[in-house]
T-cell receptor, first 112, second 113 residues
Framework: SQTIHQWPATLVQPVGSPLSLECTVEGTSNPNLYWYRQAAGRGLQLLFYSVGIGQISSEVPQNLSASRPQDRQFILSSKKLLLSDSGFYLC???????????FGEGSRLTVL | GNSVTQMEGPVTLSEEAFLTINCTYTATGYPSLFWYVQYPGEGLQLLLKATKADDKGSNKGFEATYRKETTSFHLEKGSVQVSDSAVYFCALRKYNQGGKLIFGQGTELSVKP
């Protein structure tokens, strides 16, 4: 069965520091992968999606970037964090083509 | 553009009360509609879905009917339990958009014993 692993689960970082959040998927090959962010008191917003290795689409302009170095690995990064980057970051992939999204446990980032 | 609007929370109910969480959407064409649930400290889980008009999704006692005439997908449960306390998200996906979901802002439900 499909599983999504995200780490770290929680992270507290100072403003201006770099960021790397990792997502690894098991139980599927060549999945579409997605990064969503849930800001406090707000819904989820799609940040990036990837249909394959090295292929990244950005949905909103922001301070973050994404990379997909391997088929089942999706990384969210920043060179310099802003306070507004705080939130709950969720990695997701479809259970089947055009099926419902399956989410990881999330990474909670607090920027101070 | 496409959007999803949910009733604002928090919603506080007593155990065994009837639950309705309203969700309306704006979209062209025929989107698929979803309800996700987020329990405290966890990621999102799919609760139910409907892919065409008049479909009813159901799971764990929750139901929602895809109403194209009112562009709504309200979530209901006849008798809530304390364990239903969570944040509920309504979402839509346009046809052939893969995993690109558009979410509502979420509605927090708190059920008291």
């Amino acid at each position: 069965s499909q599983t999504i692993h995200q780490w770290p689960a929680t992270l507290v970082q100072p403003v201006g520091s770099p960021l790397s959040l990792e997502c690894t998927v098991e139980g599927t090959s060549n999945p579409n992968l997605y990064w969503y962010r849930q800001a406090a008191g707000r819904g989820l917003q799609l940040l990036f999606y990837s249909v394959g290795i090295g292929q990244i689409s950005s949905e909103v302009p922001q301070n973050l970037s994404a990379s997909r170095p391997q088929d089942r690995q999706f990384i969210l990064s920043s060179k310099k964090l802003l306070l507004s980057d705080s939130g709950f970051y969720l990695c997701a992939c479809p259970r089947q083509e055009y099926g419902e999204l399956f989410f990881g446990e999330g990474s909670r980032l607090t920027v101070l | 553009g496409n959007s999803v609007t949910q009733m604002e929370g928090p919603v506080t109910l007593s155990e065994e009360a009837f639950l309705t969480i309203n969700c309306t959407y704006t979209a062209t064409g025929y989107p698929s509609l979803f309800w996700y649930v987020q329990y405290p400290g966890e990621g999102l889980q799919l609760l139910l879905k409907a892919t065409k008009a008049d479909d009813k999704g159901s799971n764990k006692g929750f139901e929602a009917t895809y109403r194209k005439e009112t562009t709504s997908f309200h979530l209901e449960k006849g008798s809530v339990q304390v364990s239903d306390s969570a944040v509920y998200f309504c979402a839509l996906r346009k046809y052939n958009q893969g995993g690109k979901l558009i979410f509502g802002q979420g509605t927090e439900l708190s059920v008291k014993p």
